[in-house]
T-cell receptor, first 115, second 114 residues
Framework: GAGVSQSPSNKVTEKGKDVELRCDPI?????LYWYRQSLGQGLEFLIY????????KSGLPSDRFSAERTGGSVSTLTIQRTQQEDSAVYLC?????????????FGSGTRLTVV | GNSVTQMEGPVTLSEEAFLTINCTYT??????LFWYVQYPGEGLQLLLK?????DKGSNKGFEATYRKETTSFHLEKGSVQVSDSAVYFC?????????????FGKGTKLSVKP
């Protein structure tokens, strides 16, 4: 597609429920990133996928968070047993490999509210 | 580890005022530096970038110069417009671990009044 697409745009869930957030990157972009944007905290790196390599999960805050990327394209971020502190905007970005660290395209994000 | 520190907002200016948003960084090696902008209700967009010392990035009247000696990348604009109201993020590319991963500052919200 023309841009990075994320769904849903908004999600309200009850504490303790599991949620899945979806990211559809730009076609041909081999690198995909998930970030979390919390109020007053800026953007926090969560996980990075590059082609068929093992993902860099170093930013995931706990084992309740996981992500996968199927077929090198669509990615799903799953949060299990959600907590109120998980409330944030979750942003996905994609880029071409070898562009020198820039050329990121961000999606509009999923606003997650845990009540 | 690598980090980015930018001035806290919110910043409120009148139209045509001069803007400076300070950004300093801590990094090993030679990172690339960026300013991203997030307009209300939209995703982050790259505003400008600089990939080596003394480079000046510029776009839409905004400028920032990569100063290695002061580890800074301050954003400036000579005359802001109402349409510049947004949140601005300073960032660097971290080439350790996640190649090309961006590390962001906390963002500075700018409001420009007519």
């Amino acid at each position: 597609g023309a841009g990075v697409s994320q769904s849903p745009s908004n999600k309200v869930t009850e504490k303790g429920k599991d949620v899945e957030l979806r990211c559809d990157p730009i076609s041909g972009h081999t690198a995909l990133y998930w970030y979390r944007q919390s109020l007053g905290q800026g953007l926090e790196f969560l996980i990075y996928f590059q082609g068929n390599s093992a993902p860099d999960k170093s930013g995931l805050p706990s084992d309740r968070f996981s992500a996968e990327r199927t077929g090198g394209s669509v990615s799903t971020l799953t949060i299990q047993r959600t907590q109120q502190e998980d409330s944030a905007v979750y942003l996905c970005a994609s880029r071409k490999t070898g562009d020198g660290g820039y050329g990121y395209t961000f999606g509009s994000g999923t606003r997650l509210t845990v009540v | 580890g690598n980090s980015v520190t930018q001035m806290e907002g919110p910043v409120t200016l009148s139209e045509e005022a001069f803007l400076t948003i300070n950004c300093t960084y801590t990094a090993t090696g030679y990172p690339s530096l960026f300013w991203y902008v997030q307009y209300p209700g939209e995703g982050l967009q790259l505003l400008l970038k600089a990939t080596k010392a003394d480079d000046k990035g510029s776009n839409k009247g905004f400028e920032a110069t990569y100063r290695k000696e002061t580890t800074s990348f301050h954003l400036e604009k000579g005359s802001v417009q109402v349409s510049d109201s947004a949140v601005y993020f300073c960032a660097l590319s971290d080439r350790r671990g996640s190649q090309g991963n961006l590390i962001f500052g906390k963002g500075t919200k700018l409001s420009v009044k007519p």
